[in-house]
């Protein structure tokens, strides 16, 4: 989902707090806008989870919400004002983080791998123009594009082992990434290194084949393979000090 989305989706959700607000306070009755209240739930519904997010608002309709306010502890206007504000400011902070998160999204820098290069470049395009579930499911698929790229660039059989010493097949990217990061990041000096190396391919490896995905999920992959690629470019004296 893009800024400008969030953006949209935030004003939205103000026009749904003043509606829940003004038939609780004397406003419209709720015969007249409930079917407006509705469709817009659902619309909303439907941009949370394409970013991940659940919808804070239980009330399906305005009967339902009618239900909540007359039971008792909520007896003045003021009351439910305080309630729906409540309600919706954690979701309206999160939304607000994430229209940031997106602005500082920066493009990948090259390596030098043609097929590496061009395939991060299409992950950070796609993650950009990323609306729904299944954009950001291809985001895991692109990943894994790039992995398997990135392995067939920097694997060599007689020189990286494998940890279980089986001989991995030409797409096995976890084993052949694996088996170079043990092999260039030997010995206890390098020990922190490795671990982060390790722990940034599990976790892209884990969200690259997640069934299901919103935008955290995408933006973490994504996130997880570029770290993927640099240490690898760096250990691979791909990227470095020139001169």
Not at 217 to 241: F, P, W
């Given at each position: 989902?893009?800024?400008?989305?969030?953006?949209?989706?935030?004003?939205?959700?103000?026009?749904?707090?003043?509606?829940?607000?003004?038939?609780?306070?004397?406003?419209?009755?709720?015969?007249?806008?409930?079917?407006?209240?509705?469709?817009?739930?659902?619309?909303?519904?439907?941009?949370?989870?394409?970013?991940?997010?659940?919808?804070?608002?239980?009330?399906?309709?305005?009967?339902?919400?009618?239900?909540?306010?007359?039971?008792?502890?909520?007896?003045?206007?003021?009351?439910?004002?305080?309630?729906?504000?409540?309600?919706?400011?954690?979701?309206?902070?999160?939304?607000?983080?994430?229209?940031?998160?997106?602005?500082?999204?920066?493009?990948?820098?090259?390596?030098?791998?043609?097929?590496?290069?061009?395939?991060?470049?299409?992950?950070?395009?796609?993650?950009?123009?990323?609306?729904?579930?299944?954009?950001?499911?291809?985001?895991?698929?692109?990943?894994?594009?790039?992995?398997?790229?990135?392995?067939?660039?920097?694997?060599?059989?007689?020189?990286?082992?494998?940890?279980?010493?089986?001989?991995?097949?030409?797409?096995?990217?976890?084993?052949m990434i694996e088996a170079y990061i043990g092999?260039?990041?030997?010995?206890?000096?390098?020990?922190?290194?490795?671990?982060?190396?390790?722990?940034?391919?599990?976790?892209?490896?884990?969200?690259?084949?997640?069934?299901?995905?919103?935008?955290?999920?995408?933006?973490?992959?994504?996130?997880?393979?570029?770290?993927?690629?640099?240490?690898?470019?760096?250990l691979s004296g791909k990227r470095?000090?020139?001169?």
């Amino acid at each position: 989902m893009t800024q400008i989305d969030i953006q949209s989706l935030l004003r939205e959700i103000d026009i749904q707090k003043s509606l829940m607000i003004a038939v609780a306070t004397g406003g419209p009755r709720i015969q007249d806008v409930n079917r407006e209240y509705v469709q817009r739930r659902i619309k909303i519904n439907e941009d949370l989870k394409n970013v991940g997010i659940a919808d804070p608002n239980p009330y399906f309709d305005l009967w339902a919400w009618y239900g909540r306010w007359s039971s008792g502890d909520l007896p003045r206007y003021q009351n439910r004002r305080d309630f729906v504000r409540e309600l919706y400011q954690p979701l309206i902070d999160k939304l607000h983080m994430l229209a940031r998160d997106i602005a500082t999204i920066t493009p990948p820098e090259p390596t030098g791998w043609e097929a590496v290069d061009r395939q991060m470049d299409k992950i950070f395009d796609t993650l950009e123009a990323a609306q729904h579930e299944e954009d950001f499911q291809t985001i895991g698929l692109l990943c894994r594009e790039v992995m398997i790229s990135l392995a067939q660039e920097v694997f060599d059989p007689t020189k990286h082992t494998t940890v279980d010493g089986k001989e991995p097949s030409k797409t096995d990217t976890y084993r052949m990434i694996e088996a170079y990061i043990g092999t260039e990041l030997q010995g206890n000096t390098f020990e922190t290194m490795r671990s982060f190396a390790k722990a940034a391919l599990k976790l892209a490896n884990e969200l690259q084949h997640k069934r299901t995905a919103g935008y955290r999920d995408a933006v973490l992959s994504a996130e997880a393979t570029r770290a993927i690629v640099t240490v690898i470019a760096i250990l691979s004296g791909k990227r470095g000090r020139s001169g």
